[in-house]
């Protein structure tokens, strides 16, 4: 398992990391990371930052409010060993059956419980019908594993190409305008280019996003647009790779992970710190949602804004997400998901907790 199950969202109180496959922890470091050099750029000494800085006065609107952006200079890749999974990755584990014949029977779905919701749109679990192609899938792969809600992390970076990698909290505080991808690189084992074209491209099911959706996302003036990412690949492999592991080691998957930026090294399994309990909130990790919106907080009142500390200190988690503040990236997500994403499913459950102000 490298995802909580729905029926523990309940539970998690935003303690718990609800998706710790790769592609994700890196992405959800990334957001402290940035946060956190938006913190030292802010406090005594103000130490500088080679990736961001704060705005100046004439460069905020109503609209693209933040105080801090991520400087022009830089540029942001992400190198994955294992191509994602989801739809992404399907050739490959068709190739890898003994048996690649499309399955006819239906596929394992599961829909939406918004009775107003298209009852036709549904999110495929895991890997199963591999023939099917261009859908939103969910995570586990496995059958036999607990059903969840997290989306597969193919989707959630297509998506990325919309929304930016910034997540809710963050986006309050940095603009998205430099926040995209620019490229994804995977080794070349495990690039399939018809794969990534499908899944990522504008010739795949991201022609869903019309001229007009992007005209629009413009004219909202947040920083927010259509920025697809370039698929590279490399002949380097990961030393640690299946394939590069001796057969007589034999590589099996685990649900430890190690993050590391310059401010926070952690090591996490089954989503909370290694050491600690599942559902003690002694393990929460610094990457998790109630960490994430304690340096959201503490980042308002330093800036002080009076409409983004009104914004970000709201009684519940779910409050904030759901904010008018956020209303130009909840624009953008929910046209996005009506678009090349149909099917796709909120995962809900854990946005009802609060922390101390």
Known sequence: MKCLPSAK????????????????????????FILDE??????????????????????ITEAEYQPFAI????????????????????????NAQEDSTPW??????????????????????????????????????????????????????????????????SSLLITPRNAYLSSLVLPKSQHVEAACTRAFSRKGRMSAITPEMETRWKDLGTGYGFHP??????????????????????????????????????????GVLQGRKQFDPRGASAICRRSIWKVAIELVGIVGV??????????RYGEVKNGEVLAGRITVKREAMNGPFKGWLRNTGDDDFGVET
């Open 9 to 32: 969202l309940l539970l998690a109180h935003g303690n718990i990391l609800h998706d710790w496959h790769a592609e994700v922890l890196a992405i959800r470091a990334f957001n402290r």
């Open 38 to 59: 938006c913190r030292l750029l802010s406090i005594p000494p103000y130490t500088p930052s080679r990736f961001v800085r704060r705005r100046r006065t004439s460069e």
């Open 71 to 94: 400087k022009d200079d830089v540029s942001i890749h992400m190198y994955c060993s294992e191509a994602p999974c989801g739809d992404a990755s399907m050739e490959l584990v068709m």
């Open 104 to 169: 006819t029977s239906p596929p394992p779905t599961v829909s939406s419980e918004d009775s107003n919701a298209d009852p036709t749109l549904a999110a495929i679990r895991g890997r199963s019908h591999f023939g099917l192609l261009g859908a939103v899938r969910l995570k586990p792969a496995r059958p036999d594993a607990p059903p969840a809600l997290s989306k597969s992390c193919t989707d959630k970076l297509a998506l990325a190409q919309c929304t930016s990698i910034l997540s809710s909290l």
């Open 229 to 270: 990412f370039k698929i590279q690949h490399t002949g380097k492999e990961f030393k640690h790779s299946r394939r590069s592991v001796r057969s007589i080691e034999r590589s099996i998957p685990s649900n430890l992970s190690a993050i590391h930026t310059p401010h926070v090294q952690e090591t996490l399994i089954a």
């Open 306 to 315: 009076p409409m983004l500390i009104e914004a970000a200190r709201k009684s």
